[in-house]
């Protein structure tokens, strides 16, 4: 299990490989002394942004086939679903005002501002070398591993789907909730179909509905930086960003797993193997 400072690669045993490859890029919670120090947020709170406990719930992506790699570095550290470019001028010194960017605005650029509920992380400001220094020491290596992930993926394969693993607060649910309209269990995300094919999605979302989660898509998160980057329907290649709405699995004021965890994961793990099953799955390797 190739492992590092900055991630955690779980590949899959040989034989049986599948063109599916899961990232969870904002499960890390690593959080150096050093950092929480710094941070104006006690323990609980600088871990509200945190998608607590979601490579868990894939973690039997390998058995089926497909690697998984997890962050360590948590996204209040380091954004790995923002491009290296994304700089706040709020938070890092230096930075120049640029066209108008939602998510830097918000204070969710690749070094973030807030964590959730916009609480601020810090008091002042980062210098430009320990930001820059972030992005070469998490954000490069995570996505140079995912990237050679991929391409060998479509290389041997002719195709390759990657699942963006993500949870999601229940009020990003509640709060969009309409008359008699049931709350989604999970968003799926492909940036409104430009970032996967329509038959890949179609069976994403099938996985999900036939294990009886209530299913919606692109709202109100239709997909990150990850996403957008890697998803290149035209080249074979497919991006689903999945959003799991946290109260199904977890406190999210304390920060920790329901009772019933275990139940809830393996239910996440047969879609998995669903997921693993998805169009070419079966197909053995390209001859070398």
């Given at each position: 299990?190739?492992?590092t400072?900055?991630?955690?690669?779980?590949l899959?045993?040989?034989?049986g490989?599948?063109?599916?490859?899961?990232?969870?890029?904002?499960?890390?919670?690593?959080?150096?002394?050093?950092?929480?120090?710094?941070?104006?947020?006690?323990?609980?709170?600088?871990?509200?942004?945190?998608?607590?406990?979601?490579?868990?719930?894939?973690s039997?992506?390998p058995?089926?086939?497909?690697?998984?790699?997890?962050?360590?570095?948590?996204?209040?550290?380091?954004?790995?679903?923002?491009?290296?470019?994304?700089?706040d001028?709020?938070?890092?010194?230096?930075?120049?005002?640029?066209?108008?960017?939602?998510?830097?605005?918000?204070?969710?650029?690749?070094?973030?501002?807030?964590?959730s509920?916009?609480?601020?992380?810090?008091?002042?400001?980062?210098?430009?070398?320990?930001?820059?220094?972030?992005?070469?020491?998490?954000?490069?290596?995570?996505?140079?591993?995912?990237?050679?992930?991929?391409?060998?993926?479509?290389?041997?394969?002719?195709?390759?789907?990657?699942?963006?693993?993500?949870?999601?607060?229940?009020?990003?649910?509640?709060?969009?909730?309409?008359?008699?309209?049931?709350?989604?269990?999970?968003?799926?995300?492909?940036?409104?179909?430009?970032?996967?094919?329509?038959?890949?999605?179609?069976?994403?979302?099938?996985?999900?509905?036939?294990?009886?989660?209530?299913?919606?898509?692109?709202?109100?998160?239709?997909?990150?930086?990850?996403?957008?980057?890697?998803g290149?329907?035209?080249?074979?290649?497919?991006?689903?960003?999945?959003?799991?709405?946290?109260?199904?699995?977890?406190?999210?004021?304390?920060?920790?797993?329901?009772?019933?965890?275990?139940?809830?994961?393996?239910?996440?793990?047969?879609?998995?193997?669903?997921?693993?099953r998805i169009?070419?799955?079966?197909?053995?390797?390209?001859?070398?």
């Open positions: 299990m190739p492992d400072d900055t991630y955690h690669l779980t899959p045993e040989t034989g490989r599948v063109p599916v490859v899961f990232s969870s890029p904002h499960s890390g919670r690593n959080y150096a002394e050093a950092f929480v120090h710094r941070s104006r947020l006690d323990d609980l709170a600088i871990r509200s942004s945190e998608d607590a406990f979601v490579e868990e719930l894939f039997a992506a058995i089926h086939g497909a690697p998984l790699i997890a962050a360590k570095a948590p996204r209040a550290f380091v954004d790995l679903n923002r491009a290296a470019d994304e700089l001028p709020a938070v890092i010194e230096g930075v120049q005002r640029a066209p108008h960017n939602p998510r830097i605005a918000s204070g969710l650029g690749v070094i973030p501002r807030v964590v509920q916009a609480q601020p992380i810090y008091t002042g400001k980062l210098t430009m070398a320990e930001a820059q220094n972030r992005i070469a020491a998490y954000w490069a290596p995570y996505h140079a591993q995912l990237r050679s992930l991929m391409d060998a993926t479509r290389a041997d394969f002719g195709t390759a789907l990657l699942i963006d693993c993500h949870s999601m607060p229940h009020e990003a649910i509640t709060g969009r909730a309409r008359h008699n309209i049931p709350l989604a269990d999970v968003v799926l995300g492909d940036r409104f179909g430009a970032a996967c094919g329509q038959a890949q999605m179609e069976q994403v979302e099938e996985a999900f509905r036939t294990a009886g989660l209530r299913v919606s898509r692109n709202a109100p998160f239709a997909g990150g930086y990850i996403t957008q980057a890697y290149r329907p035209a080249k074979n290649q497919h991006a689903i960003q999945i959003e799991i709405d946290r109260a199904l699995y977890m406190d999210e004021a304390r920060i920790e797993k329901r009772a019933d965890f275990q139940e809830f994961a393996a239910l996440i793990q047969r879609i998995v193997a669903d997921l693993c169009d070419g799955t079966a197909l053995p390797l390209a001859a070398e």
